[in-house]
């Protein structure tokens, strides 16, 4: 019997399907497939452009190796190369070390966390509260808001964007937000301070002496 068919390809981080749809009705209806969740969380980042910079850290610092595994659920915070590369531009210096702000930003535990779970847990009655998260860096405690469909983090009093929430992966979820939890040191911000304080200092030489003139 001759059938007509037309091919759908289904793409997915370069991966290609092709799938049959047959024009008789006597045909079993063809196999609908579901893009989410089939690729594993260091796939994910291996196959997204705008997380290259997380991705390559973590194979140089050794961290990606835990990805690997399929026993545990992870929560992964990431933020994107856009951020990293203002960084860069800025001139900002990092504090810590490229493994400890990685670990930081890795939930591990028997489940993975959605965006609107987070929100939930921030909520105690009418109130909003922290919520303290296992990571391979101690404790990390931060809390999730949303507003008008999109959804903000707080940590340590600074404000995120999450970009992309709930992106399900075989062993967990990744949330692509605007910053890192880690702070930076801003050279641009001492040099002010220092041309500050010694106007200061002169300031307060002048006054002396105008004061002990009186």
Known sequence: MDYSIRISIYREN????????????????????????????LTKLSSDPDLDYIYTLGESTGFNDILHRE??????????????????????????????????????????????????????????TNVDLPTENGVLR?????????????????????????YMCTNGIVHIISGPFTIFDDPHEKKSWTVKRN????LITVLKVTFASL
């Open 14 to 41: 370069r991966a290609h399907r092709a799938v049959p749809h047959l024009n008789n009705s006597e045909l079993p209806r063809p196999v609908i497939v579901r893009p989410f969740p089939f690729l594993n969380i």
């Open 142 to 166: 931060i809390m999730v808001r949303e507003k008008d469909g999109q959804y903000y983090l707080i940590w340590r009093n600074k404000l995120m964007h999450v970009l992309k929430p709930n």
């Open 199 to 202: 106007f200061l200092e002169k």
């Open 71 to 128: 026993d545990l659920q992870f929560t992964y915070f990431v933020t994107t190369d856009r951020f990293w590369n203002m960084v860069k531009q800025e001139g900002l210096k990092q504090v810590e070390k490229d493994l400890d702000i990685l670990k930081r930003h890795l939930v591990i535990a028997q489940k993975s966390y959605t965006i609107e779970k987070l929100v939930d847990m921030s909520k105690v009655d009418y109130y909003f």
